[in-house]
């Protein structure tokens, strides 16, 4: 199963009862009203140096427990914004705070907790110095997640449901990792009370999603790739259990999978999915495309290992990546 607390319990929490956010930082409400996306400005960084101007942060947001993106971190008047490399949509956030650094091949990675994401970069510099600031750890209203639109019909959502599990995306995760026998459904008023997004029952060989409570179209993605990755746990385990050796425990305790090897594993083969997936277009020689991979690993171990199973098996024989993901001395691309 998938327990949807990060993104509907937190934005549930956050829009009900603002003194439950969670702990961090946020540009004063005086900021607010400028309802603006613009840089900070050279009046304010002139009191703490020049670089706070146009503070770029390069880094890898991970929203709503998804997989890592590349972008920037601008800091400007009304908190912080996202930009990612390619193409999509910028991200906002009002309030940021450090959960911890982690050491993991060789270097420091810090990782901040956004609104609704976690955000990994290796050079915090102007991003440390905003938390710093005492203007910024006043209280600010609470973000506004980018929530699915309201449901219209429990219809329209099972049609949701269906258009995912009839992909050409789904049809690769069957030849991966099996198809249910049962038509894939809804969850009913028991998982939804428990906060999941998704649910395998093994003994029905069935699987059921909620697409009313996604944000969008990742999520549903990576909710189908959770579920059925359940579906494969149940019937290899002692492939599984060979190949998860000397995988290390999710260190971020408000990861979704933290303390368990069950959900570890199925939101690790979620992530080598999407890891393959967006690298299917990419350049053969790409050592960015590499080096993605160390950042979702960072996240969630095992993602790696994954990657190098999937990738032998029929639906990625002609991935641009294949030769270099099983050459046998792939190293962390980020390695001194
Ligand atoms: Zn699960």
Redesign the pocket.
């Known amino acids: ?3 949807g607390l990060a993104p509907s319990l937190l934005a549930a929490l956050a829009l009900a009862a603002p003194s439950l956010r969670l702990a961090g930082y946020a540009p004063p409400r005086s900021f607010v009203p400028a309802d603006t996306l613009r840089p900070r400005s050279s009046e304010s960084a002139s009191s703490h140096g020049a670089e706070a101007v146009d503070a770029a942060i390069p880094g890898y947001l991970s929203p709503w427990g998804l997989p890592p993106v590349p972008g920037r971190i601008v800091l400007t008047d009304s908190g912080l914004v996202f930009h990612a490399s390619e193409g999509r949509a910028s991200t906002r956030a009002s309030s940021v705070s450090l959960a911890y650094v982690d050491a993991e091949d060789g270097r420091q990675h810090y990782l901040f907790r956004l609104d609704a994401g976690v955000f990994e970069t290796e050079a915090p510099g102007p991003l440390l110095e905003a938390i710093a600031e005492p203007g910024w750890s006043s209280d600010a209203g609470p973000a506004v997640p980018n929530r699915a639109p309201v449901p219209s019909d429990s219809a329209s959502w099972l049609r949701a449901a269906r258009r995912i599990a009839g992909s050409r995306y789904a049809d690769t995760l069957y030849l991966l990792l099996g198809k249910p026998r049962a038509a894939v459904g809804l969850i009913g008023a028991r998982g939804r009370a428990a906060g999941r997004l ?1 649910e ?1 029952v093994s003994v029905r060989d069935s699987l059921a999603l909620d697409p009313a409570r996604m944000t969008g179209e990742g999520q549903l993605r990576h909710a189908l790739a ?2 059925l990755g ?1 579906r494969w746990q149940a019937r290899a385990r002692p492939q599984l259990a060979t190949l998860w050796t000397g995988v290390r425990a999710i260190p971020d305790s408000k990861r979704y999978g933290y303390g368990s090897v ?2 570890h594993q ?1 939101e690790a083969i979620a992530f080598a999915i999407s890891f393959l997936q967006t690298t299917a277009a990419t350049a053969e020689s790409s050592a960015g495309a590499l080096a993605l991979l160390d950042h979702y690993n960072l996240l969630v171990p095992g993602t790696r290992t994954m990657v190098r199973y999937f990738v032998l098996q029929a639906p990625y024989r002609n991935h641009p990546l294949h030769s270099r993901l099983t050459s046998g001395r792939i190293t962390y691309a980020l390695e001194k």
């Open positions: 199963m998938l327990l998704g395998y959770h579920e359940h069950s959900e199925a």
